[in-house]
């Protein structure tokens, strides 16, 4: 069964770090794009941060400087490194799996999502 | 401010249909594919539909998704109280070289 579980939310105060993991089970992280997502207290959903099968990166430039995204392949898990810590990264954190076709046009989409894991910054 | 743009609410009573609007750019939707997504509260989104008008294995046929241009839409027709939740549109941006998301609208069932 295709599953994601994100864990390591917390509290945290403004300028500290926390990482947040996203393990993966019935499918290997490494060979597909990953992404995290947040979404703050009564907003929407908001990209943060992709990591393509092939090893690029990038950033929303909200958390741009900030925040790293990386793989380890030895236990199929997603990583999100949160340095700097503001008040508005303040949110539910979601990683999910992204997947891309080119038969017809472009055709990306997330089919696979986690239940998220719950990240406060304040003093 | 959300990239896409949609109505934050809309709602229905049993059986209607509910139509969900979605706009965006030449960057975004113009230029790529859109996914609905349903999310309630403490649980993983949920694809509903990919590539503009298709359905995941699993999602009801009265769900439906459309695009043209810079727009999109989600249809739920026979509506159910279960299809309480909030709905996202999304799409790749090619200037951003990221997602972007609609602000979601809250589906109530009266």
């Known amino acids: 069964d295709v599953q994601l579980v994100e864990t390591g939310g917390g509290l945290m105060q403004p300028g500290g770090s926390l990482r947040l993991s996203c393990a993966a089970s019935?499918?290997?992280?490494?060979?597909?794009?990953m992404i995290w997502v947040r979404q703050a207290p009564a907003k929407g959903l908001e990209w943060v941060s992709i990591?393509?099968?092939?090893?690029?990166?990038y950033y929303a430039d909200s958390v741009k400087g900030r925040f790293t995204i990386s793989t380890d392949n030895s236990n199929n898990t997603l990583y999100l490194q949160m340095n700097s810590l503001r008040a508005e990264d303040t949110a539910v954190y979601y990683c999910?799996?992204?997947?891309?076709?080119?038969?017809?046009?472009?055709?990306?989409?997330?089919?696979?999502w986690g239940k998220g894991t719950t990240v406060t910054v304040s003093s | 401010q959300s990239v896409l743009t949609q109505p934050p609410s809309a709602s229905g009573t049993p059986g209607q249909r509910v139509t969900i609007s979605c706009s965006g750019s030449?960057?975004?939707?113009?230029?790529?594919?859109v996914s609905w997504y349903q999310h309630l509260p403490g649980t993983a989104p949920k694809l509903l539909i990919y590539?503009?008008?298709q359905r995941p294995s699993g999602v009801p046929d009265r769900f439906s998704g459309s695009k043209s241009g810079t727009s999109a839409s989600l249809a739920i027709s026979g509506l159910r109280s279960e299809d309480e939740a909030d709905y996202y549109c999304?799409?790749?941006?090619?200037?951003?070289?990221?997602?972007?998301f609609g602000g979601g609208t809250k589906v109530t069932v009266l």
């Open positions: 990591f393509y099968s092939g090893g690029s990166t």
């Open positions: 999910a799996r992204e997947l891309r076709f080119f038969a017809v046009g472009k055709s990306y989409y997330m089919d696979v």
């Open positions: 030449s960057s975004n939707i113009g230029s790529n594919t």
């Open positions: 999304a799409a790749w941006d090619d200037s951003l070289k990221g997602w972007v």
């Open positions: 019935g499918f290997i992280v490494s060979s597909t794009n």
């Open positions: 590539t503009n008008n």
